[in-house]
C-alpha cells in the first residue's frame, strides 16, 4: 500500500470538433494531458503537501480526483456556462476531502456546489473544516465565435497525486 506524499491542483478549458477532442485539449489547457490518469476516490492523507503541479514526464502513470463535463455547443444554449470546480477540503486534524463538480451552470454554483459537498465530507467523518483550496473551468458558449453546430465545450478541473 502506498500512500500520496503531495497532490496539486489544476483546470483547464478548450472546444473541438469532437468531445474527444475538446476533453483532450481541455487537459493539455490544465497541464496533464501528455499523461495517464487513473481515477482515484477522495481523500488526502495527513502529511500530503499540496504543491505547483510540477514538470511531469509524458505518458507517467498518475492517479487523480478528476471533475469533467463536455456539452455540444447547441446542447448548452447561448447564454449558458459549462464549469468544472475540484476542492480539497482541509480539515484542523489533517485528513483531507476532494470533492468535484460538474455541469451546465455557473462557475461560482459549480464551484459553491463542490465546496458545500467537501465540507459535508468532513462533518460526516467529525472533521472540522480549516482552509478550502479550489481550482475551477469554465467556458460561457456565447464566447465561442464559430457557428458550427457540431461544436463540444469541454472542461476539466483536477488534483493529481503522488
Avoid: H
Amino acid at each position: 500500500m502506498k500512500k500520496p506524499k503531495k497532490a496539486a491542483i489544476s483546470s483547464g478549458s478548450a472546444i473541438g470538433r469532437s468531445k474527444i477532442n475538446a476533453y483532450d485539449k481541455a487537459l493539455i489547457d490544465a497541464g496533464i494531458g501528455d499523461l495517464n490518469l487513473v481515477e482515484i476516490s477522495s481523500i488526502l492523507p495527513p502529511g500530503c503537501k499540496i504543491v505547483e503541479l510540477p514538470i511531469i514526464e509524458p505518458g507517467t502513470i498518475v492517479e487523480c480526483v478528476i471533475s469533467s463535463a463536455s456539452f455540444r455547443k447547441i446542447e448548452v444554449g447561448d447564454e449558458n456556462c459549462v464549469s468544472s470546480a475540484i476542492v480539497i477540503a482541509m480539515s484542523k486534524n489533517g485528513l483531507n476531502a476532494i470533492c468535484e463538480s460538474s455541469g451546465i451552470k455557473s462557475e461560482e454554483r459549480t464551484l459553491n456546489d463542490a465546496k458545500n459537498k467537501a465540507n459535508e465530507m468532513l462533518k460526516y467523518r467529525g472533521l472540522d473544516l480549516k482552509n478550502i483550496i479550489s481550482e475551477s473551468s469554465s467556458v460561457k458558449s456565447s464566447s465561442i465565435e464559430t457557428k458550427e453546430q457540431d461544436i463540444y465545450i469541454s472542461v476539466v478541473s483536477a488534483v493529481i497525486v503522488w
